[in-house]
């Protein structure tokens, strides 16, 4: 996709708190895209889903990340 880069991130989080422990899926799609050969900017979507059906629910969660990367 020329200067664009498209990825999928998957992995497993855990929840914990002083009487209980969950552990869920983490998973969202990002874009990084590079202006020149030094500046690149990304944005990611995660959605961590912490609770594998316990008696206490932990919440779900969604991350929007923006950011700049400086190659030097």
């Known amino acids: 996709m020329g200067e664009t880069l498209g ?3 998957i992995g497993s989080a855990r929840n914990e708190t ?6 869920g899926a983490v998973y969202g799609l990002g ?5 020149n050969r030094a500046l690149r900017v990304s944005g990611e979507y ?3 889903d912490a ?4 008696a206490v629910r932990a919440p ?3 991350i929007l990340s923006i ?3 400086f190659q030097f």
Do not use: E, K
């Open 7 to 9: 990825y999928v991130t």
């Open 18 to 23: 002083a009487t209980d422990s969950d552990n």
């Open 31 to 35: 874009l990084s895209y590079s202006l």
């Open 46 to 48: 995660l959605h961590q």
């Open 51 to 54: 609770s594998d059906g316990a």
């Open 60 to 62: 779900s969660r969604d």
């Open 67 to 69: 950011r700049a990367s």
